[in-house]
């Protein structure tokens, strides 16, 4: 998936606000299959499991047996139908890093044509965003936006410079 195309930036933005809210010593349930980025927090010490590509629009048996202290949900709600559902299951953990690709307005939505999984059914607004951690029982605590920039020259890469592209939150169950 990121051959040629490693989301350092996304990494250690990502990583950085990770460490300023969780410890090591909590036990983190990543949303989505073992990837680079759980793979980084593993090697930096922290305990992470993750899912095991189950459809969590409609199986929420992994956030709801979990005895994980966190959970995490790096670019996954994006490519769910209802992640208010899977949100509203998470019980026992207290605290969620959460997030999403932000809309642009001069760019349509992300579309695999090849793979199912790999697909965007919302692209967030940060409003938008914000009321599904509202309407599902977390409150926002911390939050930040970033713009990515492309090596490619054009318009709509010049807009990439300085519109945010993505989202992360950390909330608490409220």
Same mark, same amino acid.
């Given at each position: 998936?990121?051959?040629?195309? *490693?989301?350092? &930036?996304?990494?250690?933005?990502? #990583?950085? *606000? $990770?460490?300023? =809210?969780?410890?090591?010593?909590? !036990?983190? $349930?990543?949303?989505?299959?073992?990837?680079? #980025? @759980?793979?980084?927090l593993q090697q930096k010490? *922290? /305990?992470? =499991?993750?899912? @095991?590509?189950?459809?969590?629009? $409609?199986?929420?048996?992994?956030? /709801? /047996?979990?005895?994980?202290?966190?959970? !995490?949900?790096?670019?996954? #709600?994006?490519h769910m139908l209802a992640?208010?559902?899977?949100?509203?299951?998470?019980?026992?953990?207290?605290?969620?890093?959460?997030?999403?690709?932000? &809309?642009?307005?001069? @760019?349509?939505?992300?579309?695999?044509?090849?793979?199912?999984?790999?697909? =965007?059914?919302?692209? #967030?607004?940060?409003? /938008?965003?914000?009321?599904?951690?509202?309407?599902?029982?977390?409150?926002?605590?911390? @939050?930040?936006?970033?713009? =990515?920039?492309?090596?490619?020259?054009?318009? &709509?890469?010049?807009?990439?410079?300085?519109?945010?592209?993505?989202? $992360?939150?950390?909330?608490?169950?409220?």
């Amino acid at each position: 998936m990121y051959e040629n195309n *490693f989301p350092t &930036r996304r990494y250690e933005k990502t #990583f950085d *606000f $990770l460490q300023k =809210h969780v410890d090591p010593a909590e !036990t983190i $349930l990543d949303l989505g299959v073992s990837n680079p #980025f @759980s793979e980084i927090l593993q090697q930096k010490g *922290f /305990q992470v =499991h993750n899912t @095991s590509g189950e459809d969590l629009d $409609l199986d929420f048996g992994v956030v /709801q /047996q979990t005895e994980a202290d966190v959970v !995490t949900a790096f670019e996954i #709600f994006e490519h769910m139908l209802a992640p208010i559902n899977l949100l509203r299951a998470i019980d026992k953990p207290k605290k969620l890093l959460a997030s999403v690709p932000l &809309r642009l307005w001069f @760019s349509t939505a992300y579309r695999s044509k090849t793979d199912p999984w790999d697909r =965007h059914y919302h692209e #967030f607004e940060d409003w /938008q965003f914000d009321w599904l951690m509202e309407k599902s029982g977390w409150e926002i605590k911390d @939050s930040i936006q970033w713009a =990515h920039p492309v090596k490619k020259i054009g318009l &709509r890469p010049l807009l990439r410079t300085f519109t945010p592209r993505y989202y $992360l939150i950390y909330a608490e169950r409220a």
